[in-house]
């Protein structure tokens, strides 16, 4: 289980999953262009050192990282920045399948959080640009108000200024199955200083 890393079109090098890896991730995540993005938790660390969690979507992947888009205003956002690292569990339970997913983080660059933004659902765009501050302090019905009004105002949505991505590049992935009639297991990929690694785990 040794893939060297792959050098990027920019020049540096950026860690990729192996094959094998890539070929689970695919089978596992819907395809990019599914408008039926997975919900991920995503888990952090504050500024305390305490453990920080909340859901997400998860917006697209390659064999780089796993992404997904926020407000900057965000807590999220100044754990992440402050402490790049994070981790996130994705679950199945119809198919009895968890995938987490523990890395480094680092922001998305511009053309990938554009795309990101032009994926989401009319509904989640403008949700992008009345997830505010001064929004969530009115009332319901002030709330739903300024919703309708801004939807008028605004049919078509570029992505606010708030709007930001961050890739979770992936120092282990632990792919877990359970069966009705035998016992759960785990695989484990986790990239070490000479390359990635395969484990066999219990559930
Ligand atoms: C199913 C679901 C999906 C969500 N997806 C996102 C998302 O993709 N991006 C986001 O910023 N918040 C998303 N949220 C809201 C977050 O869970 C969270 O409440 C918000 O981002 C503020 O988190 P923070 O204060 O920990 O930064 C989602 C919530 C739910 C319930």
């Known amino acids: 289980m040794r893939t060297p890393p792959v050098p990027s079109t920019v020049g540096a090098v950026i860690p990729q999953v192996p094959d094998e890896t890539w070929q689970l991730l ?28 909340r859901s997400v979507l ?14 900057a205003r965000t807590r ?8 790049p690292v994070a981790a ?4 199945w339970p119809e198919a009895m399948r968890q995938l987490v997913v523990r890395g480094a983080v680092e922001r998305a660059d511009r053309a990938e959080s ?12 403008r949700l992008a640009w009345l997830n505010t501050p ?21 049919p078509v949505l570029d992505p606010p200024d708030t709007w ?11 792919f877990w199955t359970g069966a009705a009639d035998s016992v759960s297991h785990r695989r484990e990929y986790r990239l070490d200083a000479s390359g990635w690694r395969r484990s066999e785990l219990p559930g």
């Open 58 to 71: 998860l917006s697209e992947y390659d064999r780089t990282g796993l992404y997904l888009h926020t407000d």
């Open 88 to 91: 996130l569990v994705l679950r």
């Open 26 to 53: 695919q089978d596992w995540l819907p395809d990019n262009t599914d408008p039926d993005r997975p919900v991920m938790t995503l888990a952090t660390v504050d500024e305390s050192g305490d453990p920080d969690a």
């Open 76 to 83: 999220k956002v100044a754990q992440l920045d402050a402490r």
């Open 134 to 154: 001064e929004v969530a302090q009115l009332t319901p019905e002030g709330r739903r108000t300024t919703w309708a009004d801004f939807g008028a105002i605004h």
């Open 164 to 174: 930001i991505g961050y890739r979770v590049r992936p120092t282990s992935l632990t």
């Open 114 to 125: 554009d795309r990101a933004f032009a994926d989401r659902s009319a509904y989640l765009q």
